[in-house]
């Protein structure tokens, strides 16, 4: 009996020290486990920021000869002002078959990626008082526009020396029949003659006479838009 008793507390105690001996193995394991960790980024290849988005953005000039200094940004109707005048002629004192002429150039900004242009039809220039009730004058006018990727005079000879994109259309809801390119950072420029004529003979409208055309003032606004 007193033999039976030694053995049982013998396994008891053997079946302890073995747990032990399990547990303490298992606790050297975890603290044996190393760990390492490695970032990556984005980067410029000077340790700025490496993943944005691109800027597209043109501008615009109108001076008459074009003055380096005279770029403008001017995205909303009416824009930049183009003064339309022919020899010996202000843009306000048409008749009958006269023909004014005013030019502006385009060009990407410096940080701007290239893109393609296209000339809208002409629109009534917004918060410009005018006198043409009924639009009889803006409605009879014609309007041609040439353009070219150098400069040259905005005149007559321009429609011979440069692409006409718009051929003897009527000022109401005539655009630009195609885009012209614009490089990157100000790499290039497109230059615009428009043609503004007043017919001989002018095209009346229903019940009105010749005298009725007289006096009467606009403000023609053109759109340009541009795509990346």
């Known amino acids: 009996m007193e033999n039976q008793k030694r053995r049982v507390v013998r396994r008891r105690i053997f079946a302890v020290a073995a747990g032990g001996a399990a547990l303490g193995v298992g606790v050297a394991a975890t603290l044996a486990a190393w760990t390492d960790t490695e970032w990556v980024f984005g980067g410029d290849g000077a340790g700025g920021p490496g993943v944005g988005t691109s800027t597209f953005a043109i501008e615009q000039n109108t001076d008459p000869g074009f003055d380096p200094a005279a770029w403008t940004d001017e995205p909303d109707n009416p824009g930049g002002e183009m003064v339309f ?131 009467r003032t606009i403000a023609p606004a053109w759109e340009f838009v541009a795509t990346s």
């Open 85 to 215: 005048t022919a020899a010996g002629l202000l843009g306000t004192e048409l008749t009958p078959g006269d023909s004014v002429y005013a030019a502006v150039a385009l060009r990407t900004k410096a940080a701007s990626i290239a893109g393609d242009v296209e000339l809208q039809p002409a629109v009534t220039g917004a918060g410009i008082t005018v006198n043409d009730a009924g639009d009889l004058l803006f409605d009879a006018l014609d309007v041609r526009v040439a353009t070219s990727a150098t400069a040259f005079t905005c005149d007559g000879s321009a429609f011979t020396g440069g692409a006409t994109i718009i051929a003897d259309g009527a000022l109401s809801g005539t655009g630009g029949s195609v885009t012209q390119p614009l490089a990157a950072a100000s790499g290039s420029v497109q230059y615009y003659c428009f043609e503004v004529t007043l017919p001989d003979p002018i095209p009346l409208a229903g019940g009105t006479t010749v005298e009725d055309y007289m006096g």
